[in-house]
Each structure stands twice: as structure tokens, then as C-alpha cells.
């Protein structure tokens, strides 16, 4: 039986900076145009489908719609492309793929669409979107997220829509990004939420033409020759940079009343300078008459159009949840529209960490008969004799974390009760003003600790799993108890990964780079980077220690440089979904090697909905080992 992977690919809504796609697209003839930027997101409304291999190219729908399949013959793929119509946007993607990798067929299921068609929130592109990322899945042909946006942009060109570079922004899910425009070139960053916008969105039921606005408006480029011309100019290029400037500050300021008066003003300015390039489609009356409605100032900040503009779609910034509830009810029931809410909030961040320190450590005996191998003792930067859980520990509250959970052997907690309990007053007066204040460091430290236990020694993945009602749904910090890491730069191990959680929302598994002969001691990832900083990796494969000669076939990853292996660094941030996994696992006793193992939850999970790798820019040491402890002792602090 073929693989069967199930997708969502949301629509998407220009926030600001509609038509600057294609303006900047002209700066490859002349230069004096300012680059397009704009502020995009994901929705939550898209479409569902499930995905596999096929002998021919079809997609089909459990929506009553008409069924399409034909032979991947590029040919024919690109004749249907070009005669329009839903299909020819698959057909677009499906020729592109077709003529520049070795793929077979593909069959899409549309399982259910929750996204209004022709009304500017890129529907076309959300379905060119999920068949670029479904061939790239079914086929693993190593695109990262911007490489499927590119294609699905290449295949609706092949079309009759001719389509600005934003639209494909829906590849990047539900989450705001800024985009940038320079001629062929195209960046995409995230923005960081500092606060909750309740948006609603409205089908304004009264249709537009955006093959005639884009018509008319790109008649002003590349050059303006007169006066309504050179105000298109400077409203996408000169006043656009400094909307996007600002608009992205309320975004990350989490300021939406500022934000909402920004919206009105844009709309202003683009009515001035933009609309009468295009009269008959951007006068929009309908649009206006929401825009104008004084019944909605009560719940709304601000309002402008989306995409093109014109009667298509507008979007609305209301004041809160509730009111947000009032601007649905009213479009729906007083004016007759469509309307649906768009809630963005901050990315959830990282506040829980667990670290596993249950181990005997058999290879430290008869040490570790005396004293755990987590209680061992390392020289740190600020002079001290520290054990390596405290170490840990005080990375974790430079990191933010603000719970941590111990997962120990029953036997082992009132180790921890003493050490983390306040000395007697008798040995605290014994110690320097300084070292009295890393007793009160220690102390409250402790009171961040919640300890579970481990019963059963059944494996890695079985001792993590005893966190998840710590987790509590929660994405957490896994950190190994017999390791300590290093920062390179001013920002710890642990901040880098949750930096990279924080961009994605998706697991995230740290890694160092080895050399092909070390791979046979390590998990091994290989994927596709997502950055062109090369530091976060969109994974493909999470293979356990590898032969040299199948991570040279297999694993070696593509960089500027050349190519390079990368292993698990061992720091790891966990989702509720790794906890479902390692549930199942456990329950149906899924053992590999004799044990429940965590890179084989870690695996299913990046295969059903993704994965990242961080680069880390630092070193880990290994206190398990008794040469290892050794270096330890010897190099870290000493950076």
C-alpha cells in the first residue's frame, strides 16, 4: 500500500502591501523602483486533502466537484494549465514538477474546503501550494517551505491568473511574515506577535475582476509617464516601505487600536493614488460602504480591502474576542455576507524543561555509588564547582524556562530534597559574602522542580514519556541529564532552540555537525535548510547510527561549503504530539532494540506533520563516559 499523507494549506490575506509583489518585480528593468514589501498571513479557513502516489495525475473531491485525471505528460499538463479554470493550477504545478525532477503521478483527494473561492484570499494558490508540497512529500524531493511556495508560483504562471508573488505565502502557514520583492529575488521572515488581533474576514458577495485591475495597474510600469502613474509609483514603493515599517512595529508591539488607524490610512492613501489607475474595479463601492459603516465602529479598530482590493473581500480589526463575535454576526445576518474570524496570537514559547537523570551510570562505578553522575562536579565560567545538574539548571533560568521536571528513580528524590534545601545557618554564615548568594540561587532554583518517577527502566522514550502530565500539552525543553552544553555566542543552547521553535511552531531537535567517520555514533538528520543562514534545517530523515558508506549515499546535507552530516546535539523541544506517539508506542509495547525509543516517535511525528533542526552554535559534553568526563572537566568553561 502506497504512503497516504494528509495536508492542510490555508488560504492567505495580505495584511498590507497588496499589488508591491509584481511592482517590485519590474525593478529587473528599472531600477529606480523601490522594492515591494507586505505583511502576509496563513487564515484559518483552507483546504484539507490527503495525498499519494499514483499511476497518472488526478485530483478528486469528496465535494460533489468534477474529477480530473490525465497521464504526467508535460505537454498535456501545460495545455490545461493554460486553458484555465480550477484544474489548470494543479495542472501548472504538476507540468513544472514534471519537467525538473523524476517524479511519478499523484493523486490529491480534497477531503473538505473551508476557503471561499475568487475572493481574494488566494484560493488558487493555496491549491497550487499543497500539489507542489504533495509531490515534494510522496517524492521527497527535499524543498524546503520557500522552494514549494516558489514552484506553486511558477506553476500558476502557467496559467491564465497571473498571479503576484504574495499569494504563495500560504505555504508558510497560519502565521505572519514579512516578504520582500526585488526583482526575481524573494525574502520571507517571520514576524514575533507581542499580542492577540481578533480579525475578521468578509466575502463581500459582489465580485471583482482581478485580471482587469492587474491589467490596468501594471499599464503604470515599469516606468511612469505621468502623473496618476508616478502616484502608483510612490504609493506601492515609497509610502508602502514605510506602512510595512510601521505595521510590523504594532504587530510585534502587539498594539492593535495603532494598528487598526494604520489600516484606515492605508486604505486612504490607496484610494488616492492607486484606484484611479483602475476606476471601474477599485471604486468598489461595496467594499466602501463597509468601510463606512458607522454601525461597526463600536467593535472595530480599522478596516481596508484585501489583496487586489476591489469588491472582493475586506478585512476587519476588531476590538476583542467579543466584538469580533458582534462584526460575524453583523455582516452575516444584517448585511448578507461571509464572514469568519482570524485570530492571531503570540507563538507560544517554551516555559517547561525535563531532563531525565534516572540512570545508574554503570560505566562511572564505583563512582556513581557514592555520588549520581548528575551530582558530579565541573569547574564553570564563573569559577565555581558546580554539579553538572546545576550547570543545567541555571542555563534553563537564562533560558527562560520556568518549571523544570526531574524525572528520577523513586529511591532517589530525597537526594534532591537535600541538596536543593537551605543549608543550616550554621554552614551559610561559614561561606563568602558571594558564595551565600549562590545558596539563595541554588534555593530558589529548587522550588522550580517537580520531580516524576521512573519505574520501569523500558528505554529512553518510556523515561521521557513519564513528563507528559508535567508537559500538560504544553511544547517543553528535553535537555539529557549526563550532558552539558556550551554557547558559542551571548545566547544559550537552549534560547537558540526555542528561538527556532518560536518561528515554526513545529518539534525541533538540535544539531552539530560530525565528520562521516563519527556517524556511526550518533542519530543522523538530513533535510532541506529552511534559512539561508543555514541554522535551521526542515528535516526529511532521522536516522540511528548509520553505516559510513549509507550516510554518504544518503545523509550528507547540501551547504554553501560543501556537504556536511549533522547529529543529534542532545537538547530537544517536545510536543504534544511526540507525547500521543510515545502513548501508542508504549501501550502496544513498540519496542526497537528492546526498548521504547524516542527518535522512533520523533520520526513518525516529523513524518506526519513535520520537523525542524537547529544548528546549534556551541559544544556539548559527555559526563557518562569516564574519558569523557575527563575533557569535561578539562575544557568546559574554558572557551
Not at 159 to 177: I, N
Not at 391 to 398: H, N, P, R
Not at 439 to 455: A, F, H, P
Not at 585 to 614: F, K, P, W, Y
Amino acid at each position: 500500500m502506497s504512503e497516504k499523507i494528509e495536508l492542510f494549506v490555508p488560504g492567505r490575506l495580505c495584511l498590507f502591501g497588496e499589488h508591491s509583489d509584481w511592482a517590485g518585480l519590474h525593478r529587473n528593468i528599472n531600477s529606480a523602483i523601490i522594492p515591494g514589501e507586505a505583511i502576509v498571513t496563513g487564515i484559518e479557513e483552507g483546504i484539507y486533502a490527503t495525498v499519494e502516489a499514483a499511476d497518472r495525475f488526478i485530483i478528486e473531491s469528496d465535494l460533489g466537484e468534477e474529477t480530473f485525471a490525465c497521464d504526467m505528460d508535460t505537454q498535456v499538463l501545460r495545455r490545461t494549465a493554460c486553458e484555465g479554470g480550477y484544474f489548470s493550477y494543479v495542472a501548472g504545478v504538476a507540468s513544472y514538477i514534471n519537467e525538473h525532477y523524476s517524479v511519478g503521478g499523484l493523486r490529491i483527494h480534497i477531503t473538505r474546503r473551508t476557503l471561499p473561492m475568487k475572493s481574494g484570499l488566494s484560493s488558487s494558490a493555496a491549491i497550487c501550494v499543497l500539489t507542489a508540497r504533495g509531490f515534494n512529500r510522496i517524492y521527497k524531493l527535499k524543498l524546503n517551505t520557500l522552494g514549494e511556495m516558489n514552484i506553486a508560483f511558477i506553476g500558476e504562471q502557467r496559467t491564465p491568473s497571473r498571479c503576484g508573488r504574495l499569494d504563495q505565502a500560504c505555504a508558510f502557514g497560519v502565521k505572519p511574515v514579512h516578504m520582500t520583492f526585488d526583482s526575481n529575488e524573494v525574502d520571507v521572515e517571520p514576524i514575533t506577535l507581542g499580542g492577540t488581533f481578533y480579525w475578521v474576514i468578509a466575502d463581500l458577495k459582489a465580485g471583482k475582476d482581478t485580471i482587469k485591475i492587474l491589467s490596468d495597474l501594471n499599464k503604470c510600469y515599469p516606468f511612469a509617464e505621468n502623473d496618476r502613474e508616478r502616484a502608483v509609483h510612490e504609493a506601492l514603493g515609497a509610502d508602502n516601505r514605510e506602512y510595512i515599517e510601521r505595521a510590523a512595529g504594532l504587530l510585534t508591539e502587539g498594539n492593535a487600536e495603532g494598528l487598526g488607524a494604520l489600516m484606515r490610512e492605508v486604505q486612504e492613501n490607496f484610494d488616492k493614488k492607486v484606484a484611479p489607475a483602475s476606476p471601474k474595479e477599485l471604486a468598489a463601492p461595496v467594499l466602501h460602504s463597509v468601510l463606512n459603516d458607522e454601525n461597526l465602529d463600536k467593535w472595530i479598530y480599522g478596516a481596508k480591502g484585501v489583496g487586489s482590493q476591489g469588491d472582493g473581500t475586506v478585512q476587519l480589526l476588531a476590538k476583542d474576542a467579543a466584538c469580533q463575535s458582534e462584526v460575524i454576526n453583523y455582516l452575516n445576518n444584517v448585511r448578507g455576507m461571509e464572514a469568519f474570524p482570524l485570530t492571531l496570537k503570540p507563538k507560544q514559547t517554551v516555559r517547561k524543561a525535563v531532563i531525565p537523570v534516572a540512570g545508574f551510570g554503570t560505566r562511572l562505578y564505583p563512582a556513581t555509588k557514592a555520588v549520581k553522575k548528575d551530582f558530579l562536579p565541573v569547574l564553570d565560567k564563573d569559577g565555581l564547582f558546580k554539579p553538572v545538574i546545576m550547570v543545567l539548571l541555571e542555563q534553563l533560568v537564562q533560558s527562560g524556562i520556568e518549571e523544570v521536571c526531574l524525572i528520577i528513580g523513586r529511591e532517589e528524590r530525597h537526594l534532591y530534597e537535600e541538596f536543593f534545601a537551605p543549608m543550616s545557618k550554621e554552614n551559610y554564615d561559614k561561606l563568602p559574602e558571594d558564595k551565600q548568594r549562590y545558596e539563595d540561587k541554588l534555593v530558589k532554583i529548587g522550588k522550580m522542580i517537580s520531580y516524576v518517577y521512573q519505574d520501569e527502566r523500558r528505554g529512553f522514550g518510556h523515561a521521557v514519556y513519564q513528563s507528559r502530565d508535567f508537559a500538560d500539552g504544553e511544547p517543553v525543553l528535553l535537555l539529557l541529564g549526563d550532558m552539558v552544553y556550551e554557547s558559542l555566542i551571548g545566547e544559550t543552547c537552549s534560547s537558540q532552540l526555542i528561538r527556532c521553535y518560536e518561528a515554526h511552531g513545529l518539534p525541533v531537535i538540535s544539531m552539530h555537525e560530525v565528520t562521516a567517520q563519527q556517524v556511526v555514533h550518533y542519530g543522523i538528520m538530513h533535510g532541506v535548510w529552511e534559512s539561508a543562514k543555514e541554522d535551521e534545517m526542515r528535516l526529511d530523515c532521522i536516522y540511528e547510527k548509520p553505516t559510513v558508506d549509507y550516510a554518504q549515499e544518503n545523509l550528507a546535507v547540501r551547504c554553501k561549503d560543501g556537504s556536511r552530516y549533522f547529529a543529534v546535539f542532545g537538547q530537544y523541544i517536545l510536543t504534544e504530539d511526540v507525547y500521543k506517539v510515545l502513548e501508542k508506542n508504549i501501550r502496544e509495547n513498540r519496542l526497537n532494540r528492546g526498548e521504547i525509543q524516542l527518535t522512533d516517535a520523533l520520526e513518525e511525528v516529523r513524518a506526519a506533520s513535520g520537523m525542524m533542526g537547529c544548528r546549534i552554535k556551541g559544544k556539548s559534553y559527555d559526563v557518562g563516559l569516564p574519558q569523557m568526563y575527563i575533557e569535561t572537566v578539562r575544557e568546559f568553561g574554558r572557551i
